[in-house]
């Protein structure tokens, strides 16, 4: 690196020109090889900064995540849907008699969200057919499935 010597206060005037004489002109630049162009400071004793900079963006160091901040009323109502909906995941389970997860053909045989789709209908009479369509493959007794579609009918009453 180049570095200029210039005093920062000039005592008096035989040192300013011995001082000025030692030193190079700035906007005369002499011929340098290109690497030597590249480092941090430059000829004139300024700092470049946008090599200090890098040229790609570092967004993917680690994974960023929003959060969102519900009031409370609205907090509540999320509780109790999702209580609701682990609620109807275990009864769909023990319905189906799937005993892990690994076994993706029983899965298949689960009617999707239910919730949703109960919300959507507009009497119990429509929801309790609806149900009995879905719940078809069942492999439970009928007295099972119409308890089952009764609780469910109250939980989602209660949404």
């Not at 909906?85 to 298949?108: G, P, T």
């Not at 109960?118 to 429509?126: C, P, V």
Request: proline share 5%; charged share 30%; with cysteine.
């Amino acid at each position: 690196m180049n570095f200029i010597k210039r005093p920062f206060h000039h005592t008096n005037s035989t040192s300013t020109t011995a001082a000025s004489s030692n030193l190079r002109d700035p906007l005369t630049v002499p011929s340098s090889p290109p690497s030597a162009a590249k480092t941090n400071s430059s000829l004139t004793g300024s700092v470049r900064f946008n090599d200090l900079i890098s040229t790609q963006p570092k967004f993917n160091e680690r994974e960023k995540y929003l959060t969102a901040k519900y009031p409370q009323q609205q907090m509540q109502l999320i509780r109790k849907r999702l209580k609701v909906e682990f609620w109807l995941d275990d009864q769909l389970r023990s319905l189906y008699d799937i005993k892990d997860d690994s076994s993706q053909e029983d899965h298949d045989h689960c009617p999707g969200d239910l919730i949703d789709s109960l919300l959507d209908i507009e009497n119990d009479s429509q929801r309790r057919t609806f149900l009995l369509e879905k719940l078809r493959n069942v492999k439970q007794s009928r007295s099972i499935i119409m308890e089952f579609i009764d609780e469910l009918l109250h939980r989602v009453k209660m949404l």
